[in-house]
């Protein structure tokens, strides 16, 4: 998976920011983040659901490589699957929220 911009970590702090963030939008179903971070979790994301909706063994390993909670894991392969199994990609979308107050990064919802 190539990742296009660093966030200001090394590999293994912005794999794990990422994992963390993916876990957390299955579980929430919408995060607010900064607009770079929005635009790398999105691949993460898409990816995990296409290995979702591959299904069988070798899908579930490799989503449960990325996704950190067996219950996130459980409702990714049963309910996300479900809503996303006629789309063909693009199961996540950017809005752009504006720019946060004290440093002025630009802000943005996942869904």
């Known amino acids: 998976m ?3 911009h660093k966030l200001g970590r090394d590999t293994a702090h912005r794999w794990a920011m990422l994992r963390t963030m993916v876990t957390q939008l299955l579980e929430h179903e919408r995060i607010q983040t900064t607009l770079p971070k929005a635009k790398e979790l999105r691949k993460v994301a898409d990816r995990v659901i296409t290995y979702a909706k591959q299904g069988g ?4 390993k490799q989503a449960k490589a990325v996704v950190r909670t067996d219950k996130e ?3 990714l392969f049963t309910t996300m699957v479900q809503r996303y199994r006629c789309r063909q990609g693009g ?3 950017i809005v752009q929220i504006g720019r946060r107050e004290h ?3 630009k802000m943005a919802y996942i869904e």
Do not use: E, Q, S, V
């Open 2 to 4: 190539t990742i296009r």
């Open 57 to 60: 063994t070798n899908g579930l």
């Open 73 to 75: 894991l459980h409702k």
């Open 91 to 93: 199961y996540t979308r």
């Open 103 to 105: 440093d002025a990064a």
